[in-house]
């Protein structure tokens, strides 16, 4: 008889969800047990008989799971994870792709329409009770650049087709897009001459190797004059000093970050008194069925695991993303 199906769980999986994950689990025939954590002591107890995870595991904690077959996450980015202790012990990484696509590009268009309608200085002005025109921009007729053209990116690209901009785009392995009216690959100089050409940039890029830093001294001069930067992908591909400069000099319009390259932003941060730069912090994914969503894409994925069939959001653990 095969082995308990064993499954950790976080506290964000409410007692009818782990019901949920037991009855995938039983009814293809495995006995099957869900634990739940609330804290560090109760995860590392539970992990050496855990073969799958829904959660995030750290650096030295791959040791103690000595029957972890599958690591799903709640979110897109993995790079917190110890992607080579997991390549190296076989274990398989998923990911919830595609349940922030819509979130993270509703709030995008919320950044640049603020940005083109100079919605936080009219707040400002609504604070102290003053009255004062300005010139305001349409979107109409701009050409949007998205980083990282994935599903998120073709999120964003709808919603800019639907505003009248032509759109660009930068994807690691280019294909064709019928919402795209140039797809580049992506080299430096590829990307510089993309973002010559871009009114309004979106950053969706994942955080990987090749993409820390991208967006350094060079990238943001290769920026036509006046364009505008929305970063709703990962904080460490933007150099900070690179963003504080452009906005300062003015080479930059706008800008708006979601995330940061560190999280929370110090309060001694030079980025929280940069003119024109509009930042939240790190809500772009975050909608009230978010973690429906993440636990109906892992109960898929757990009847192909039960099955032995190949799941959805697997993770290159080579590549980072």
């Not at 069925?289 to 892992?298: D, E, H, M, P």
Request: with cysteine; charged share 20%; aromatic share 6%.
């Amino acid at each position: 008889m095969a082995d308990p199906l064993t499954v950790l769980v976080g506290p964000h999986v409410s007692a009818e969800g782990r019901q949920e994950i037991s009855a995938v689990g039983w009814s293809s025939g495995r006995a099957t047990e869900v634990f739940s954590y609330t804290d560090t002591a109760a995860f590392h107890a539970y992990l050496p008989r855990t073969e799958v995870l829904l959660g995030e595991i750290r650096a030295g904690e791959v040791q103690l799971a000595r029957r972890l077959r599958w690591v799903h996450v709640w979110s897109s980015g993995v790079n917190s994870l110890p992607l080579q202790e997991l390549a190296r012990c076989h274990i398989l990484l998923t990911n919830a792709r595609g349940q922030h696509a819509d979130s993270v590009a509703d709030h995008t268009f919320a950044l640049l329409l603020a940005l083109s309608r100079h919605i936080p200085a009219f707040v400002e002005q609504q604070r102290t009770r003053r009255w004062e025109l300005r010139i305001t921009t349409e979107l109409s007729g701009r050409r949007m650049g998205i980083l990282g053209y994935g599903q998120i990116g073709r999120s964003i690209a709808v919603r800019a087709r639907a505003f009248g901009q032509d759109v660009w785009a930068s994807r690691h392995h280019p294909t064709a897009d019928p919402l795209i009216s140039r797809m580049f690959g992506p080299s430096r100089a590829a990307l510089r001459e993309m973002l010559a050409g871009c009114d309004d940039i979106v950053s969706v890029l994942p955080l990987t190797e090749e993409t820390r830093g991208l967006l350094d001294h060079e990238m943001f001069g290769s920026m036509r004059p006046g364009a505008r930067l929305i970063n709703v992908g990962r904080g460490e591909v933007i150099v900070e000093e690179a963003l504080d400069e452009a906005l300062r000099k003015g080479s930059l319009s706008g800008a708006a970050c979601d995330v940061l390259p560190k999280e929370p932003l110090p309060e001694h941060s030079p980025l929280w008194s940069v003119p024109n730069l509009l930042i939240t912090p790190h809500v772009a994914g975050m909608h009230p069925q978010y973690y429906q969503r993440g636990l109906t894409i892992f109960l898929g994925n757990l009847r192909r695991y039960c099955r032995s069939e190949p799941l959805d959001n697997v993770v290159d653990l080579d590549a980072g993303y």
